[in-house]
Each structure stands twice: as C-alpha cells, then as structure tokens.
C-alpha cells in the first residue's frame, strides 16, 4: 500500500519494528513518526494508540496524548479489561488534572471492584484539585460523588453544604442541613449533631438557631421538632 500518495510501500509490520525500535533506545519522536504511519492508514488501530499515546506523553504532547488515551480506555470498556481501564484513566490524570469525567469514571470502576477506599482518596484528591471558587460546579459533583457511596461521611456533608450555598443553591444547601441534624441526633452523634446546628445558625442566623446551637452543649441528641424546623425556614 502506498503512504500519503507517495512511492513508497506501506508495511505495517515493518512500521511498529521501526517504532518499537526507536522506543527502545529512547528516540521518543522517530517512533511516534513510525506509529503516526499506521494511523494515517488505520485511525482505529487501538494497538498503535496504546502506544503512541504513552509517547505523547513523553513528548509533551498533552492533547494527542488525551485523544489516544480516550481511544484506548472507550474500548478497554466495552471488552471488560477493568484494570487496564484504571491504568489509562490514571494516566490521563496526569495529563489533565482537572478532567471531572475521568475522576467519574475512574471512581465508578474502583467501585465496581468494591475498591471504595481508593475511590474515596481519589476523590479526596479531587477536592483539593477543585477547591477554588471558579471550580464550584465541578466541587459538588465530587462530593456529591462521596456520599453517593460513603453517605455518612460527615466531611463530604459539610463540604457540600457551604458549596452549594456558594453556588446560590441555598435552599437545597439547607434542606440537607435539616437531614444532617436529624441523621446525628438520632444516631447520637453529639460531635456531628453540635457542628450540624452550628451550621445552621451561621447560614440561617437567628434567634432560635442560636439557641438550638446553644442548647446542643447541655442536652443530648435530639433532632429539631417539625414545627421548629417550619419556624426557621419562614
């Protein structure tokens, strides 16, 4: 087959030895040069993107490296190879530190093989990733991402509410102040309850929060009555 409408014979075979060649001794260029050939005759060629997308890498080549990698991982998915999966996903982690899908995706296929311990210092990382104010969109998908599989974890909680109250989302921002005092009331929480009603006054300040507040230092656990709840939200 001729390559680009030249004289020369496109050889497959002989292109990835080239390639695999010039990898080998470290000439990163010449052997995405050689890998480049088989792609232009076969784009799909998931051998050659698994490759060429870890030279990408190499070379500084952030979006080519993104696009293979995208490749590899689509069909890593549909054939069931799980943990080669998570290996490109990290990869391209590294390329894109602030890519939401790929924190997503990779959480969801850690939980899949019950790994909720990394998919959960995964997400932790993400948070710091996301933590500035212009990334308060992508900062409630990963908390909300926790407690989707971790729902008493009271961190993810509180990070949650004061981003959605950030995001001008208050009023979901404090019906999940009311689930999160009734939840540590009821399960004794004293620590987790105490801080819940604090929260409460500081986003909805007012004499009666200020005493439940209050009030959460001499008594135990007990969540606010109905009719108080009304009084606060009025």
Avoid: C
């Amino acid at each position: 087959m001729k390559l680009f409408g030249s004289t020369t014979l496109y050889d497959r075979s002989e292109s990835l030895r080239k390639a695999e060649q010039f990898r080998s001794r470290g000439r990163v260029k010449k052997a995405i040069r050689e890998y480049e050939k088989v792609l232009a005759v076969n784009p799909q060629d998931i051998e050659v993107h698994e490759k060429i997308g870890q030279l990408y890498v190499r070379a500084g080549r952030k979006d080519q490296a993104k696009a293979s990698l995208k490749r590899v991982i689509a069909w890593y998915d549909k054939q069931g190879f799980v943990e080669k999966a998570i290996a490109m996903l990290r990869v391209t982690l590294t390329l894109d530190r602030r890519d939401l899908a790929v924190y997503v995706r990779l959480t969801d296929l850690y939980l899949g093989k019950d790994l909720a311990g990394d998919a959960l210092g995964l997400l932790e990382g993400a948070r710091r990733t996301f933590r500035r104010k212009r990334f308060l969109r992508e900062a409630i998908v990963v908390e909300e991402k926790i407690l989707s599989f971790a729902p008493d974890n009271f961190r993810a909680q509180v990070w949650l509410v004061r981003r959605l109250w950030k995001a001008g989302r208050k009023r979901e921002a404090g019906e999940r102040l009311w689930q999160m005092e009734s939840q540590w009331a009821l399960t004794r929480n004293r620590k987790h309850w105490r801080k819940s009603r604090w929260l409460l006054f500081r986003h909805a300040p007012s004499l009666p929060s200020y005493w439940g507040y209050f009030i959460s230092f001499l008594v135990s656990p007990v969540p606010y009555a109905p009719e108080k709840k009304h009084r606060f939200a009025s």
